[in-house]
């Protein structure tokens, strides 16, 4: 049989026939990455290949709500259409956790005259991904993702803390790097390399990041949309086994006051389709115009995208300074204090790390995202600043702040909605504002501490 990446829905039936498969979980990632879509017996799955969802399914905020008015429904019909979804054969997956034999099979969405939703999450990874072929380029990808283990926690007003290891004991200081902290956890992360082994996803490394509680995994280099398909599949992996151990994973960018933010590092560099080099590197292995020019699409324009690197209110108290999350657009090699960091590697290797991206970022959204930044960058030849080769957390902030101004920049920057398309960034936006105004509306804990009596 062929491999799952070049899989016809002949042989997508074969592989269901040959894993006895019951039930299809056919889902679709909306703007949260959450998955939306419908569990289907295997004959109907079969019969219809494909099943239709409202298209405002995968432009909902996390809190489930839509705009009322507005520019969002000049892209979305008020009359709420349908999408017609369709399966990738290449995503399938067996659900290892299931009871009767289940697959999960991502769908891409489609509208009636057979397009594809220019504003689902998918649609838009795909999108910039036809720029790069266009060019005759592959990017490469592999993304560096944390994520907090902690302590079972069912009420929103107490503070998450450490969950409990082996020992018997919580974490009460940082481990970084540490091999026996991370096997206080050791059943857990069995039964997550069980699952993921089941699943075929494709993860490197496992550590312990620096925050009590706070893991790292790391994906092999692939192409883009199949890596996003595997964050995708591993945030739902991880999070399941985790329940199984009486104990809650998160990629909220910063779930604990006072330790470190959660992050999704993204590595990318690009080949030569017909070479099959990277076009970061000359031929006698020193930088190329490429990678300097990709660097500068990044300085340039990661600003404006900061609302999709960091899509939440809690994403932006990651970003403070002196607190391993970067504050600024600088770039150096081997640097950990900037935004833009060029790992120590051979010339065939040499890469760009995005570290300005939180973990509680859409995959599909924040790829598509850096790499249009870097695509601009090329194509516009942006020149970017001189290395950063000292502390770059002595710098002033060049980041937005909060999701308010980040939106605001978003929408202004006119060059990233040409690569990522309007309409997904007027949906993006409209949402986001919803999601902003709820919160406006909460009262924290803070304000009762500090305002209440003294002002």
């Known amino acids: 049989m062929a491999s799952k990446a070049d899989f016809t829905f002949h042989e997508l039936e074969q592989w269901l026939d040959q894993h006895r498969v019951t039930e299809i979980e056919c889902l679709v990632p909306d703007l949260t990455g959450v998955a939306r879509g419908k569990i289907l017996p295997r004959e109907k799955f079969t019969e219809d290949r494909g099943m239709r969802l409202p298209e405002a399914v995968v432009a909902m905020g996390v809190t489930g709500e839509f705009p009322e008015e507005g520019p969002y429904y000049d892209v979305i019909s008020p009359t709420d259409h349908d999408m017609h979804l369709r399966p990738d054969p290449a995503t399938v997956r067996l659900v290892p956790w299931a009871t009767d034999p289940t697959a999960q099979v991502i769908h891409d969405c489609y509208d009636r005259e057979g397009k594809l939703v220019s504003f689902a999450p998918r649609s838009v990874l795909r999108r910039v991904c036809d720029l790069f072929d266009a060019e005759g380029w592959d990017p490469v990808v592999a993304p560096e993702l944390e994520f907090y283990l902690v302590a079972r926690n069912t009420d929103p007003d107490m503070p998450l803390k450490p ?6 004991r919580a974490e009460t200081s940082r481990q970084a790097y540490s091999i026996d902290a991370v096997n206080e956890f050791d059943p857990l992360f069995e039964d997550v390399y069980d ?11 496992l550590i312990h990041e620096i925050g009590a509680g706070q893991m790292e995994i790391n994906f092999f280099h692939a192409h883009p949309l199949g890596l996003a398909d595997e964050v995708f599949f591993f945030k739902r992996t991880v999070r399941e086994a985790a329940l199984r151990h ?17 992050a999704m590092h993204i590595h ?12 970061f590197s000359n031929e006698d292995g020193s930088p190329s115009q490429e ?16 609302a999709l690197f960091a899509p939440y209110v809690n994403s932006y ?4 300074r002196h607190t391993a999350a970067p504050i600024n657009i600088q770039w150096g090699t081997d640097n950990r204090t900037v935004g833009i960091r060029s790992p120590v590697a051979s010339p065939s290797a040499r890469r760009i790390e995005n570290r300005v991206i939180g973990a509680d970022a859409n995959p599909y959204v924040a790829l598509a995202a850096t790499l ?5 960058g090329i194509k516009n030849k942006i020149q970017p600043s001189a290395e950063c080769k000292g502390d770059a957390y002595l710098g002033d902030y060049q980041l937005p702040r909060s999701l308010g101004e980040a939106l605001q920049q978003l929408r202004d920057e006119k060059d990233l909605a040409s690569v990522l398309g309007e309409s ?20 924290s804990p803070w304000e009762r501490e500090h305002l209440l009596l003294h002002v």
């Open 163 to 168: 969950p409990i290891g082996r020992s018997g």
């Open 195 to 205: 699952y993921c082994n089941k699943m075929e996803l494709n993860v490197d490394t």
């Open 246 to 262: 009486d104990m809650f994973a998160t990629f909220m960018a910063k779930p604990i006051a006072g330790e470190p933010g959660s």
């Open 268 to 279: 990318q560099s690009v080949v030569n389709k017909l070479t099959g080099k990277n076009i």
């Open 291 to 306: 990678f300097y020019w990709y660097i500068g699409g990044l300085q340039k324009y990661i600003p404006a995208a900061m």
């Open 317 to 320: 108290r990651r970003l403070a």
């Open 372 to 376: 249009a930044c870097g695509y601009l």
């Open 424 to 443: 997904f960034v007027t949906v993006y936006t409209e949402v986001k504002e919803i999601e902003y105004a709820e919160f406006m509306k909460v009262i």
